[in-house]
């Protein structure tokens, strides 16, 4: 069965960076582009980014380029996303979400469990 | 940016009704890439339809989703107590993609 399972919570202070990991399992790893998406207490979803499995190439919304990495390790099924700069305002819980299909522009079949990541002073 | 808006904010409704949520995009979603998902309270979302009108594996067809270009909606044909939860709808037609404000379902 698919599975992503990401790490655990995170406090960071501001200025910071925080590298978070979605370690896969159950289906063919380089198949399906795997996006980021955060989700701040009590709001919405945002979609941060997308990185292609199997060339390692990525996409970024505009709001988060030039502080976000994402990167892959081919080896062991796992993905990485890291954001720099933290402030107040990245406190989020952040997901990790596999394509529906092999395009860079999917719905998420498939989401990890969340990691909480806090920043504060 | 394309700018999903939900409506209602909230929706209150007793076991067994019909729920519409409807989804407005700012400009047409093209090839109606169009996703909802259900999260319920400390849960990781779920993705319930997509293209529009598909259903995802496993979900009961009560569910169904409709509509095309800018104007989109879930149904929930018969409301169940376990349905309790936000929807999301979401466009992956172009980036970034983006969700919308979200929809709480209440059970009376």
Redesign the interface.
């Known amino acids: 069965q698919v599975q992503l399972v990401q790490s655990g919570a995170e406090v960071k202070k501001p200025g910071a960076s925080v590298k978070v990991s979605c370690k896969t399992s159950g289906y063919g790893f380089t198949s399906h582009y795997m996006s980021w998406v955060r989700q701040a207490p009590g709001q919405g979803l945002e979609w941060m980014g997308v990185i292609n499995p199997r060339a390692g190439s990525i996409g970024s919304a505009q709001k988060f380029q030039g502080r976000i990495s994402m990167t892959r390790d081919t080896s062991t099924s796992t993905v990485y996303m890291e954001l720099s700069s933290l402030r107040s305002e990245d406190t989020a819980v952040y997901y990790c979400a596999r394509g529906r299909r092999s395009s860079d522009y999917d719905p998420f079949d498939y989401w990890g469990q969340g990691t909480l990541v806090t920043v504060s002073s | 940016e394309i700018v999903l808006t939900q409506s209602p904010g909230t929706l209150s409704l007793s076991p067994g009704e019909r729920a519409t949520l409807s989804c407005r995009a700012s400009q047409s979603v093209s090839s109606g890439?169009l996703?909802w998902?259900q999260?319920k309270p400390g849960q990781?979302?779920?993705?319930l339809i997509?293209?529009a009108s598909s259903r995802?594996?496993g979900v009961p067809d009560r569910f169904r989703g409709s509509g095309s270009g800018t104007d989109f909606t879930l149904t929930i044909t018969r409301l169940e107590p376990e349905d309790l939860a936000v929807y999301?709808c979401?466009q992956?037609?172009?980036?970034?993609?983006?969700?919308?404000?979200?929809t709480k379902v209440e059970i009376k």
């Open positions: 890439y996703a998902y999260q990781a979302p779920r993705l997509y293209d995802a594996t999301y979401q992956y037609n172009i980036s970034p993609l983006t969700f919308g404000g979200g």
